[in-house]
């Protein structure tokens, strides 16, 4: 695999950690970019315990202002060169949104969410995403080779009660790569999206799996490391005609080629159109 320049957001715990070290570990150079101070002596440990820390730089930055998205693909210009993946994991979820709604008989209202939370949410979750996309786009495609990768989430997700506005967030999010790939098609930039494809194993799961029980649903939580397959897969050359996909990490057999694995764990991005009414 050739040896590119990444920035993913989210990067300093969870999916996003264990996707910035599996590019890490592939040759890549990743500007890991996260919101909490306190993660950085973590991740920084364990880049150096696995001899990486030359390959990732750690950075702490509010992806909710424009100004801070243009610094962060400024650093990874200035750190590495040229950016040629973004991965657009960073995102606030239901620990965020409603921390109690697991010790409340009712799910959360949509009209007893504040503005607040509305705004930070969104413009994390989406406006984040397309403003460092649009940011690191001109320069992919003037080279002729980029890929942005994009973290939504399961459809069931995105329109379950209880979910705003986590589930818009995805949604625009989701809809948005559909767009966007059609508009780079040709130029040599892709746009796909790999999600987990079930609950995470990632902080904060705890009681979202003992609702899932309690409910009867079947609850295997996809750990972080699965997600590295498939993202290896659309960032690498052997994906140049991949564009515009989702591939669910639990659907993802290792064990087969990726352009197999890819095959039976892929389908379009977006959603499917409803039939027009009579």
Request: with cysteine; charged share 25%; aromatic share 6%.
């Amino acid at each position: 695999m050739e040896q590119r320049v990444a920035i993913v957001t989210g990067g300093l715990r969870g999916l996003g950690r264990a996707m910035a070290l599996g590019l890490a570990r592939e040759g890549h150079r990743v500007l890991a970019v996260g919101h909490i101070a306190a993660d950085l002596a973590e991740i920084a440990r364990e880049t150096a315990e696995a001899g990486l820390a030359e390959r990732i730089r750690p950075i702490v930055a509010d992806l909710r202002r424009a100004e801070e998205c243009a610094r962060i693909v400024a650093a990874a210009q200035e750190q590495f060169g040229p950016v040629d993946i973004l991965v657009n994991n960073a995102g606030l979820t239901f620990t965020y949104i409603d921390p109690a709604r697991y010790r409340r008989p009712s799910m959360q209202k949509f009209w007893e969410v504040g503005d607040e939370i509305i705004d930070n949410v969104i413009a994390t979750n989406y406006l984040a995403a397309d403003r460092l996309a649009r940011r690191v786009a001109p320069g992919m495609v003037a080279r002729g080779w980029g890929r942005i990768v994009n973290v939504t989430t399961k459809l069931d997700t995105m329109n379950r009660a209880g979910t705003h506005p986590y589930g818009a967030s995805k949604a625009a999010l989701e809809m948005a790569t559909e767009v966007w790939a059609k508009e780079a098609e040709g130029t040599g930039l892709t746009i796909n999206i790999v999600n987990p494809g079930a609950g995470a194993n990632t902080p904060g799961m705890a009681e979202e799996m003992r609702e899932m029980s309690r409910e009867g649903r079947a609850a295997r939580l996809v750990e972080p490391d699965e997600m590295v397959p498939p993202l290896l897969y659309v960032v690498s050359r052997e994906a140049d005609r991949v564009n515009g996909w989702r591939f669910d990490a639990n659907l993802w057999d290792a064990a087969l080629p990726p352009a197999e694995a890819a095959r039976r764990a892929g389908r379009p991005a977006g959603f499917a159109m409803h039939p027009p009414t009579a």
